[in-house]
């Protein structure tokens, strides 16, 4: 805290929980809806590969959302 001072940083305290503020949260309620809510995939295979490309696209076509 003290060194916070002398560099003129403002120390903000989180709650203990508090899943908004924490970017992996959002996330992985940005990826659960777009690859699980409404989907089936008849194969683990399937399953895996719209995962890993909905965190590919999640900084190109999906950056809005």
Same mark, same amino acid.
């Given at each position: ?6 560099? =003129? %940083?403002?120390?903000? *305290?989180?709650?203990? *929980?508090?899943? @908004? !503020? =924490?970017? %992996? ?7 659960? @809806?777009?690859?699980? *809510?409404? /989907?089936?995939?008849? @194969?683990?295979? /399937?399953? @895996?590969?719209? %995962? %890993?490309?909905? !965190? ?10």
């Amino acid at each position: 805290m003290e060194l916070a001072t002398v560099l =003129n %940083i403002e120390l903000l *305290y989180l709650p203990t *929980y508090s899943p @908004n !503020l =924490n970017i %992996i949260e959002r996330l992985w309620k940005f990826v659960k @809806n777009d690859c699980l *809510y409404s /989907k089936y995939y008849d @194969n683990f295979a /399937k399953f @895996n590969q719209a %995962i %890993i490309l909905s !965190l590919e696209e999640t900084q190109t076509k999906k950056r809005k959302s």
